[in-house]
């Protein structure tokens, strides 16, 4: 027996309602994180206590991953509507604090730059993943041994660069793990649109959200290995690699000289 009308109607207004919702609230974590992150980085005194403390940090982003776990196993706190929005925040600002240290040591505008980039591909792979004809949902095997392979590749590549200091070999390193993450993108695309195989419930939009900021999250992680470490005043020279935008404001970077300068009037 076909199902009815009404309910394929009513079906495919609460899918759209769903995914629109989604979307709508990864743009905003994106948007959000952007503008706290430009924050942390432009406001000196923010700059210059998770350059040197970045250990909270640290305790932030472990926070934030045990919350992301209880969230997502336990679901009375994704269908409670007091509780779920309070989660997602949660877990959401922690993680966006996890990621300062990272901020506050790249130059002026690699991190914009790279953030732009990551959320264009981020964008363009939810499009590809709501257009495959292909169902991910059904055919989770393929994508786990893609994701196998990926990983393997990975390993190998970065084994290269670290024992035999192979060149560019982590670059393939990091296109090998970003491909599969780009194939899980399109498979979280899928279950957030519906019609497929599997797909998330209508009401558990924050989770879904939250999925597509950790994905961005992923790919934009390896942006900062391009950044140049210039807190780390051993590598100077070896941090100028692969710089996209280089700040020739000063010539001393300016962890060193806040940290001298700390320690001078600490003495």
């Not at 206590?49 to 992301?68: A, D, P, Q, R």
């Not at 009375?76 to 779920?84: D, S, T, Y």
């Not at 953030?115 to 993943?129: K, S």
């Amino acid at each position: 027996m076909e199902p009815m009308p009404e309910k394929n109607s009513y079906y495919r207004r609460e899918r759209r309602k769903f995914a629109l919702i989604t979307y709508l609230l990864t743009g905003i974590f994106l948007i959000v994180a952007l503008v706290q992150w430009v924050l942390f980085y432009f406001i000196g005194f923010l700059n210059d206590f998770f350059t040197v403390h970045y250990w909270v940090s640290c305790i932030f982003f472990g926070i934030g991953l045990v919350l992301l776990v209880l969230f997502i196993f336990f679901e009375a706190l994704r269908f409670n509507n007091m509780v779920n929005w309070l989660f997602a925040v949660l877990i959401f600002e922690c993680i966006v604090l996890g990621m300062v240290p990272l901020i506050v040591r790249h130059y002026r505008f690699q991190f914009l730059f790279s953030f732009i980039i990551w959320a264009l591909v981020l964008v363009l792979f939810i499009a590809c993943g709501s257009f495959l004809p292909l169902d991910l949902t059904l055919d989770v095997v393929v994508l786990f041994v893609l994701a196998v392979v990926s990983i393997i590749g990975a390993i190998y590549f970065v084994m290269l660069y670290i024992v035999v200091n192979a060149p560019y070999s982590f670059i393939i390193a990091r296109c090998f793990i970003v491909i599969s993450i780009l194939m899980f993108v399109m498979y979280h695309a899928q279950i957030i649109n519906g019609g497929r195989f599997a797909e998330m419930r209508t009401n558990d939009y924050f989770l879904g959200a939250l999925i597509l900021f950790l994905d961005f999250l992923l790919m934009y992680l390896f942006s900062f290995q391009l950044a140049p470490k210039w807190s780390d005043l051993c590598d100077l020279q070896l941090s100028n690699n692969f710089v996209l935008f280089k700040d020739t404001t000063t010539d001393e970077p300016s962890y060193y000289n806040w940290t001298t300068e700390y320690t001078s009037t600490t003495l």
